[in-house]
């Protein structure tokens, strides 16, 4: 019963969780009944199928960046978008402006293309990030002074 449901034959009908094999891993079996770590490859990773244990680097693709897949595992650019900016997602291969946000402003992301005001913090004080829209107290450090910070808001710090 099992291998006649899992062979050529891979219908919405026949995606049950005895169905849920390499061999069925198909767009019309993409179903939550079936988003299990076998099936975890592109042709499965729809919004549907997008759940903790269905995270896994083969599904890492834009149609499943969302807050419950945004793991470790799946932190390439393919994911790099807001819903997805999260620490454990904070790497050198996702830092982009769509994830500059607070809890993605660590050191590996201190980089001009995501030197933004939501990203200024002493995290990101380097100076790879010294530029105007990050001149803010908070980043006022010996890292961060050159010419491009010297602003009224760096005024009264390491920075004189």
């Known amino acids: 019963m099992v291998s006649s449901c899992c062979g050529s034959v891979c219908s919405e009908e026949s995606c049950g969780q005895g169905c849920c094999q390499p061999s069925c891993c198909q767009p019309s ?14 042709t499965c990773c729809r919004p ?4 903790p244990t269905c995270c896994r680097p083969t599904c890492c693709v834009s149609s499943c960046c969302r807050p419950s897949c945004c793991q470790s595992v799946c932190c390439q ?11 454990s997602c ?9 994830c500059c946000r607070p809890s993605c402003c ?3 992301c201190c980089r001009p293309s ?15 990030c010294c530029i105007s829209s990050c001149c803010r107290p908070s980043c006022c450090v010996p890292t961060c002074c050159q010419s491009t910070c010297c602003r009224p808001a760096c005024s009264s710090c390491s920075c004189c």
């Not at 009944?33 to 592109?42: D, F």
């Not at 650019?77 to 620490?87: A, G, N, Y």
């Open 29 to 42: 079996c993409c179903q939550s009944s079936c988003c299990q770590i076998t099936c975890c490859r592109p």
């Open 48 to 51: 549907t199928c997008c759940r």
């Open 77 to 87: 650019p393919t994911c790099c978008r807001p819903s997805c900016c999260i620490s």
């Open 90 to 98: 904070c790497r050198p291969s996702c830092c982009r402006p769509s």
């Open 106 to 108: 660590v050191s590996s």
């Open 114 to 128: 995501c030197c933004q005001s939501v990203c200024c913090q002493p995290t990101c004080c380097r100076p790879s």
